[in-house]
């Protein structure tokens, strides 16, 4: 997706046009307003013609031209929306016949980048040529809009449209054709996020609910405590331990779907799991076995709608390469491409892997078709440092959301990874965060379950009533 637009524009000869020479003496910043330009005597620079303030801004590539449009983008309802006919590709939206004359809406909304403020947040343009809609997914289809959809320009004309670089402030539209920032983005819950508005699914583990029900008459105190942790919405993860795994991931989003929640997914079997020598070694052999688990992974899914946390500790581990980072992208372009899935990858703590080294990492693991990052998996680090972390790391990585695991870090970080005695669970999930970055706090890692044979715990993964009762009592 990165290539240099000179090969971009060379590819693109066939099928783009070319602002004439007269041009330069009529008001192109008027008139190309919601266009993507093309330098064609250059080496293929794009760029966007902003409608609210006639700038150009570079879209260096499809991932930044998909941050930048999100962050010049105009709030729409639905029913405003569904009035603008959609085409399923940018390349049908280049083909389809001009509906600006029979759709006062779309005529109006042409070459904008609409937000739905009563959905989560999905980005559409508007085709400029004939005002039909095209779904900005990712930056994959951002760079799809640049390849269909552009005009070439002269670098003199060009240079008559001033340069832009501040983000304008997103505002809502409605039918009758008026605009204003009087009805912002919906807060706390950031618009933009793949969860926002979403009702989290399940309850707590298995084990955990068994818990409640063995403890009811001998321990009922203990029984009640334990009942804080089965009641609340926990990540399913999924591994080599799993013989059906297309069967079992079904089912599971099945079921929330029924329930109309979206269920979280840990995909946890990478070859060489926990660099092969660590308490969770494991996964498959190789990237070939890989990809074919992630795949039925996918297939299983299908159309629901899901949150997939992508291989926990797999790119903040010392044993991490770009063989691991092409598994990782492949990964990801597997599962985002099912129309309800959300790609989370896994990015350590605040306290592991430098932001900078994070973000290069994350980047060669297909980041920019994911939907954003992980934080805290499995550990104890306080809410308030993985948001700083995450800020931080997001800005390095096109502004890309994340969410943190606070199942166990009401107490901050104890001293190690493994079982530390004064962890706590922390915040309930939630997608109500208050911060524009952060899509959700969730419960990722299962409470009770033991880190590893550390701390007199069992095995990895294993339940560990007495410290699932520790992790209630340390939270009070």
């Given at each position: 997706?990165?290539?240099?637009?000179?090969?971009?524009?060379?590819?693109?000869?066939?099928?783009?046009?070319?602002?004439?020479?007269?041009?330069?003496?009529s008001?192109?910043a008027?008139?190309?307003?919601?266009?993507?330009l093309?330098?064609?005597?250059?080496h293929g620079?794009?760029?966007?013609?902003?409608?609210?303030?006639?700038?150009?801004?570079?879209?260096?590539?499809?991932?930044?031209?998909?941050?930048?449009?999100?962050?010049?983008?105009?709030?729409?309802?639905?029913?405003?929306?569904?009035?603008?006919?959609?085409?399923?590709?940018?390349?049908?939206?280049k083909?389809?016949?001009?509906?600006?004359?029979?759709?006062a809406?779309a005529?109006?909304?042409?070459?904008?980048?609409?937000l739905?403020?009563?959905a989560?947040?999905?980005?559409?343009?508007?085709?400029?040529?004939?005002?039909y809609?095209?779904?900005?997914?990712?930056?994959?289809?951002?760079?799809?809009?640049?390849r269909?959809?552009?005009?070439?320009?002269t670098?003199?004309?060009?240079?008559t449209?001033?340069?832009?670089?501040?983000?304008?402030?997103?505002?809502t539209?409605t039918?009758?054709?008026?605009?204003?920032?009087?009805?912002?983005?919906?807060?706390?819950?950031?618009?933009?996020?793949?969860?926002?508005g979403?009702?989290?699914?399940?309850q707590?583990?298995?084990?955990?609910?068994?818990?409640?029900?063995?403890?009811?008459?001998?321990?009922?105190?203990d029984?009640?405590?334990?009942q804080?942790?089965?009641?609340?919405?926990?990540?399913?993860?999924?591994?080599?331990?799993?013989?059906?795994?297309q069967?079992?991931?079904?089912?599971?989003?099945?079921?929330?779907?029924?329930?109309?929640?979206?269920?979280?997914l840990v995909?946890?079997?990478?070859?060489?799991?926990?660099?092969?020598?660590n308490?969770?070694?494991?996964?498959?052999?190789?990237?070939?076995?890989y990809?074919?688990?992630?795949n039925?992974?996918?297939?299983?899914?299908?159309?629901?709608?899901?949150?997939?946390?992508?291989?926990?500790?797999?790119?903040?581990?010392?044993?991490?390469?770009?063989?691991?980072?092409?598994?990782?992208t492949?990964?990801?372009?597997?599962?985002e491409?099912?129309?309800?899935?959300a790609?989370?990858?896994?990015?350590g703590?605040?306290?592991?892997?430098?932001?900078?080294t994070?973000?290069?990492?994350?980047?060669k693991s297909?980041v920019?078709?994911?939907?954003?990052?992980?934080?805290?998996v499995?550990?104890f680090?306080?809410?308030?440092?993985?948001?700083?972390?995450?800020?931080?790391?997001?800005?390095?990585?096109?502004?890309?959301?994340?969410?943190?695991?606070?199942?166990?870090n009401?107490?901050?970080?104890?001293?190690?990874?493994?079982?530390?005695?004064?962890a706590?669970?922390?915040s309930?999930?939630?997608?109500?965060?208050?911060?524009?970055?952060?899509?959700?706090l969730?419960?990722?890692?299962?409470?009770?379950e033991?880190?590893?044979?550390c701390?007199g715990?069992?095995?990895?993964g294993?339940?560990?009533?007495?410290?699932?009762l520790k992790?209630?009592n340390?939270?009070k």
């Amino acid at each position: 997706m990165k290539k240099n637009f000179l090969v971009l524009f060379l590819f693109m000869l066939g099928f783009i046009s070319v602002v004439p020479a007269h041009a330069a003496t009529s008001p192109l910043a008027t008139r190309l307003k919601g266009t993507i330009l093309l330098q064609v005597e250059s080496h293929g620079e794009a760029w966007y013609v902003n409608p609210a303030d006639g700038l150009r801004y570079y879209l260096k590539d499809g991932d930044e031209a998909y941050s930048l449009m999100r962050e010049r983008s105009l709030g729409i309802t639905n029913g405003d929306l569904s009035a603008i006919p959609v085409a399923s590709t940018a390349e049908e939206a280049k083909m389809l016949a001009s509906a600006c004359t029979s759709n006062a809406t779309a005529k109006r909304l042409q070459g904008k980048i609409l937000l739905q403020v009563q959905a989560h947040g999905e980005a559409w343009y508007v085709n400029p040529a004939n005002c039909y809609r095209v779904y900005l997914k990712n930056g994959a289809e951002a760079y799809n809009v640049m390849r269909f959809l552009s005009l070439g320009i002269t670098n003199s004309n060009i240079e008559t449209i001033p340069t832009g670089s501040a983000p304008t402030t997103p505002t809502t539209v409605t039918a009758t054709g008026s605009t204003g920032t009087s009805t912002p983005a919906p807060t706390p819950i950031t618009i933009s996020g793949f969860l926002s508005g979403t009702t989290i699914f399940g309850q707590g583990t298995y084990n955990a609910i068994k818990q409640v029900a063995d403890w009811a008459t001998t321990r009922p105190a203990d029984s009640t405590l334990i009942q804080k942790i089965a009641s609340q919405p926990t990540a399913t993860w999924f591994g080599d331990w799993n013989k059906n795994i297309q069967g079992d991931v079904s089912a599971l989003v099945t079921k929330a779907a029924a329930e109309n929640k979206v269920p979280v997914l840990v995909a946890y079997n990478i070859p060489n799991r926990d660099c092969g020598s660590n308490f969770s070694a494991g996964g498959v052999t190789d990237a070939a076995a890989y990809h074919a688990w992630i795949n039925s992974f996918a297939e299983g899914i299908g159309s629901k709608k899901a949150v997939v946390v992508l291989e926990p500790d797999a790119v903040a581990l010392d044993c991490f390469n770009d063989a691991r980072g092409a598994m990782l992208t492949d990964a990801v372009k597997t599962l985002e491409a099912k129309p309800n899935v959300a790609v989370y990858i896994d990015a350590g703590h605040p306290n592991w892997t430098p932001a900078a080294t994070m973000a290069d990492r994350l980047k060669k693991s297909g980041v920019a078709n994911a939907e954003g990052f992980a934080l805290n998996v499995s550990n104890f680090y306080k809410t308030s440092e993985n948001v700083t972390f995450g800020n931080t790391l997001s800005k390095l990585i096109s502004n890309k959301h994340y969410i943190i695991d606070t199942s166990r870090n009401a107490n901050g970080w104890e001293g190690t990874w493994c079982n530390p005695q004064g962890a706590g669970i922390g915040s309930t999930p939630t997608t109500n965060t208050g911060e524009p970055l952060l899509d959700a706090l969730l419960w990722i890692k299962p409470p009770g379950e033991s880190d590893g044979n550390c701390s007199g715990g069992p095995n990895a993964g294993a339940w560990w009533p007495d410290y699932a009762l520790k992790l209630v009592n340390n939270a009070k």
